[in-house]
């Protein structure tokens, strides 16, 4: 009897196999995409997403009245034309060859009805705040519009880029994956919820039919499991959500078309400017000596960043050049700890000038970061107590201002008035991101100034003032900015990388069916 | 039996009530703010101020305790704060995946540990049972977010016959089942070898034998079904540990399951889902309890719930 049983769990198994194995059914027609993603959208509806590909994917669903392009620049979308009255009042005329996927027209009613539903506190949409400036939403012909501000606010032709819902959409999905319909080149066509979104082809698009059938975004959390499922070729396009180390591997093990293009996504280090020792210029201008940034993205990043001298990257209109940089040099960094008035106790030895702490979130790569960065600090003297912690705890911490450093990234920065939020001395949380307590009096009259001209040259020379400032105070020291890298079978052509890691490309992107 | 079934059912509302209680407090204690989630970057104080309103998040903890009370007794669990759709019915199209995966790993867990425990206690000693116990050990040591990318990479990668990730049909359940029964099995395998030695040694089965019965019989009807008991309640918290969902297995698997999901919740501070979540998995738990109790009655019949 037990010799029989111990063959049993073997046979189980290989039953188990043999009913199993058999080809794996393709669940999409041909001719879809197939990308994958790391985290399943929080939402659809361009009215309350915020999550990065909720955002994303909304995109290829829902037209904006303008669009960025490739080089982040504003390009009218739904809008034929935008004209400005007056620095508190735009006008804008729609196309009139747009319908929603229903077959409805897209008129200045489902605009003004989109901008009034985020506007109503009933709805509680994430971006009402985006539209403080905005007075009201004025119809004054079945496809023209105008706005007006209460004030002159420049940044507010960033919020033109919403997504448009049709009049009388309702405010919560009733059913799975029920979203209002867009004028998008893709339509929904299933949400499976925490496994993936279907897309197909909108054939009545405006601009002109998407050359794919559809697009399956599919949701694969661990990243070593998507690099697997690209190599057995279930996958067709990878955008970031990739582990630096297995870049070199993709390309060399698996002849994936890799890419890594500009980005605008910024890692920075926050410092606590209310610390008694942080407060002090040159103690900040000795980390950012002595942080060997260079190392970081050659050794850590596998070359997916480019070193960052401030918040604006060179791909934003507004960026300023000849700011301050601050190459590695961990001698110069001892010299300006020793004329702050920290010196090493003990040259060489174990004891510190000082010790700080560095907080993180508990992703494995930003620990590896932090990790390096404390063995840089110790090199010239200061101790790095690092502290990481789940996304909650660690964003309600910063937002207290209950930190000595911390490390983090702004994504999707596109109007230079970001540095408002970030540095005038009226941004402490939680009217903004003046996190670390930054206050300059000539920053802020220049902040000002920046939004309340809408004059492009006059903004760019505020804003390159600006930088100026920020590069020599260092509230920031700054890191990198993050690459785009796209993965993709060479048989994925004219898809277009963005710099903020936009996919609005698959609208032109096609399947080819033979390598070229 | 039934008078006892009731008995454990009103024992057991109170236990679910004070799990609900204990999550309440404890998401809503522990630092974060879904408001600040939510909201984003951008948002004034003011708007925060408003949507904390909205939400009723400005309410004193105990108001906000009782309307979650009196809302469940209403059968109303809220609405999700990001996907603002109702939480049953977020919970009920990810329950499924996770009850699918559950089942089978139990399965392969049971048909995996069951005849090499019986094989390993029987020729004891023997290079079976040395064999057994070293894979066992193995099972036990191996964590499932090594074993899954490995059993990926040969079956799915090198030899091309399962599907590396995703839920679909049978062929998608293999390696997350395995993977997680793997494990089980392991603790399994050892815990009944273990009940056999013991009740193998015992006066009856020395009485069985002597009364002429064949191996067989022995084994069978005296000493396994005696050795079952405390198998039954270690398979019944294994498999309610699995009904909460496997995080890592359904991370690396790209399961769609509650696990993952509730974990999600709790990042992002999404208070009415992980009360749906938790709720849920209590009820999964109290369920298996009287699975459990009925089994226990089958397999030990002196066991009375009569009074």
């Given amino acids: 009897m037990p010799r029989s049983l111990y063959f049993f769990p073997a046979g189980f198994v290989f039953i188990f196999f043999v009913a199993a194995c058999r080809p794996t059914h393709v669940d999409h027609p041909p001719g879809y995409l197939v990308a994958a993603i790391e985290s399943y959208p929080l939402q659809l509806d361009p009215r309350y997403s915020t999550d990065a590909n909720g955002v994303r994917i909304g995109n290829l669903i829902y037209n904006s009245l303008l669009r960025a392009d490739p080089q982040s620049r504003l390009q009218p979308e739904l809008a034929e034309s935008l004209r400005l009255l007056d620095e508190r009042t735009y006008d804008i005329e729609l196309r009139r060859d747009v319908t929603f996927h229903n077959g409805q027209p897209l008129t200045a009613a489902d605009v003004k009805f989109t901008y009034e539903s985020i506007l109503d506190p009933n709805n509680r949409s994430p971006k009402r705040g985006n539209l403080r400036p905005l007075r009201a939403v004025e119809q004054i012909g079945p496809y023209q519009l105008r706005f007006h501000l209460f004030a002159a606010h420049s940044p507010f032709i960033e919020q033109l880029t919403i997504g448009i819902v049709p009049v009388a959409s309702a405010v919560n999905p009733t059913a799975p994956g029920q979203v209002p319909p867009g004028s998008g080149p893709f339509m929904l066509e299933a949400a499976e919820s925490g496994e993936k979104i279907t897309l197909t082809r909108n054939p009545h698009y405006w601009e002109e039919s998407p050359p794919l059938s559809g697009v399956v975004f599919r949701t694969v959390p661990d990243a070593l499991v998507r690099v697997l499922e690209f190599k057995k070729g279930n996958i067709d396009l990878m955008q970031n959500d990739i582990e630096p180390d297995m870049v070199p591997w993709l390309e060399k093990n698996i002849g994936a078309d890799v890419g890594a293009y500009p980005g605008t996504t910024f890692q920075y280090i926050g410092i606590n400017l209310m610390h008694p020792i942080l407060k002090q210029v040159k103690v900040r201008r000795a980390l950012a000596y002595a942080i060997d940034r260079e190392s970081l993205v050659r050794h850590i990043l596998k070359g997916t960043g480019t070193v960052a001298a401030g918040v604006l990257s060179p791909l934003n209109w507004a960026y300023e050049d000849n700011v301050e940089h601050w190459p590695y040099d961990p001698e110069r960094a001892k010299q300006l700890l020793d004329e702050a008035g920290f010196p090493d106790p003990d040259g060489d030895g174990p004891l510190p000038r000082f010790r700080l702490s560095f907080k993180t979130t508990n992703i494995d790569l930003r620990q590896r970061i932090a990790e390096a960065i404390k063995e840089q600090l110790e090199r010239v003297g200061i101790e790095l107590d690092i502290r990481s912690y789940e996304w909650a705890a660690f964003y309600s911490d910063i937002k207290k201002g209950s930190f000595h450093l911390y490390s983090l990234a702004w994504v999707g920065i596109l109007d230079p008035d970001i540095l408002f939020q970030l540095f005038h001395s009226s941004s402490v949380p939680p009217a903004g991101d003046n996190r670390g307590r930054y206050a300059n009096p000539e920053l802020d009259r220049l902040l000002e100034a920046g939004r309340a001209t809408t004059n492009h040259e006059v903004r760019r020379q505020i804003y390159a003032r600006a930088q100026r400032i920020l590069a020599e105070d260092l509230p920031y020291v700054p890191l990198w900015w993050w690459k785009n890298v796209v993965v993709k079978k060479s048989t994925v052509q004219n898809f277009i990388p963005y710099p903020d890691g936009e996919m609005i490309s698959l609208k032109k992107a096609r399947l080819a069916t033979t390598v070229p | ?307």
């Fill in chain 2, 1 to 307: 039996m039934k008078r006892y079934l009731l008995y454990r059912a009103a024992l057991l509302l109170p236990t679910i009530f004070g799990v609900l209680t204990l999550v309440f407090l404890l998401i809503h204690l522990i630092p974060g703010d879904p408001v600040d989630i939510m909201l984003g970057e951008t948002a004034s104080a003011a708007d925060r101020q408003e949507l904390r309103q909205v939400l009723g998040l400005n309410q004193p903890l105990l108001v906000q305790y009782r309307s979650f009370i009196i809302n469940l007794l209403r059968g109303d669990l809220g609405q999700s704060l990001y996907e603002r759709r109702s939480v049953t019915s977020i919970v009920r199209a990810r329950y499924p995946a996770t009850l699918e995966l559950a089942l089978c790993a139990m399965i392969a867990a049971l048909v995996i540990s069951f005849p090499l425990a019986v094989c390993a206690a029987v020729r004891r000693g023997s290079w079976t049972d040395r064999t057994t116990l070293t894979v066992s050990l193995l099972g036990l040591s191996m964590p499932n977010f090594w074993l899954g990318p490995l059993a990926m990479i040969i079956f799915s990668i090198q030899l091309g016959w399962l599907p590396v990730s995703g839920r679909g049909g049978p062929d998608h359940l293999v390696l997350p089942a395995l993977t997680l029964g793997l494990g089980m099995a392991a603790i399994l395998i050892r815990i009944l070898r273990t009940n056999l030695l013991r009740v193998m040694s015992e006066d009856y089965v020395q009485t069985a034998r002597a009364k002429g019965l064949s191996e067989r019989s022995v084994w069978l009807k005296h000493a396994l079904r005696n050795a079952l008991l405390s198998l039954v309640t270690i398979v019944s918290l294994q498999f309610g540990g699995l009904l909460a969902g496997s995080l890592i297995t359904e991370t690396i698997f790209s399961w769609p399951g509650l696990g993952r999901m509730t974990v999600q919740a709790i990042e992002m501070r999404d208070y009415p889902l992980v009360q749906g979540c938790v709720l849920v998995i209590s009820l999964s738990y109290v369920f298996l309890n009287f699975v459990t109790d009925i089994i226990y009655k089958w397999v030990d019949p002196r066991i009375s719930y009569g009074n």
